[in-house]
Each structure stands twice: as C-alpha cells, then as structure tokens.
C-alpha cells in the first residue's frame, strides 16, 4: 500500500523517480535489519522453549515464570496443563507454557 502512494507522490520539476526508489530500498533495508536483529532471534528462542516443554518428563525439577519451584507428577497434554508437586502432599496445576526452565539436578 505505502509503496503505491509513494509512487503516485506528485514529484517537481527537478526531482527524478530515483528519490522515491532509493526510499522503498531503504524501507526494504530497515524492515531486513529489523528481521535478523530482533524477530528471528526472538523465534528461535521460542522453538528451543517449546522443545525444552515437550521434552519434559515426570520426575523432572522446574522453575515456572512465576518463580515456584516444583516437581512434575504429570501433564494433561490435550488441555497443556502440567502438575506440579511443590511441597508434601501439595499439587499445582499450571500451563505448561508457564515452565520457565529445567533445574539441572545436583
């Protein structure tokens, strides 16, 4: 849309169309400068996340966004809930998109 409104942009007498071109080409640069700096970093941090959530086991130690430190017991996968054990006789359920990471067991 924006590149046909710079193309129809009324140009004066002493002005040529490469103004217009090299503002498209620098447009088409910062939306490629944007891309490799912030959005494919930001979706490449997001797959290993989803991988680190799918290969969780019960059994295994967490920590959610929230800050609780738990225990898995179980998940129910259809709903993408994950139960948490925290202390005795204490079960949490969470999303399981809410694990922040796996604690490494010492």
Same mark, same amino acid.
């Given at each position: ?36 700096? !912030? $959005?494919?970093?930001? %979706? &490449?941090?997001? +797959?290993?996340?989803?991988? !680190? $959530?799918?290969?969780? %086991? &019960?059994?295994? +130690? ?45």
């Amino acid at each position: 849309m924006l590149f046909f409104i710079l193309l129809m942009a009324p140009q004066t007498e002493g002005q040529s169309g490469g103004g217009t071109s090299m503002m498209l080409i620098m447009m088409v640069a910062i939306f490629a400068i944007m891309y490799f700096l !912030m $959005i494919r970093p930001q %979706q &490449k941090k997001q +797959k290993q996340h989803q991988q !680190m $959530i799918a290969a969780l %086991q &019960k059994g295994d +130690k967490v920590v959610t966004a929230g800050g609780i430190y738990g225990v898995i017991q179980g998940a129910r996968e259809k709903d993408g809930v994950t139960i948490l054990k925290v202390a005795d006789n204490v079960k949490i359920e969470i999303s399981s998109s809410s694990i922040a990471r796996k604690v490494e067991q010492e």
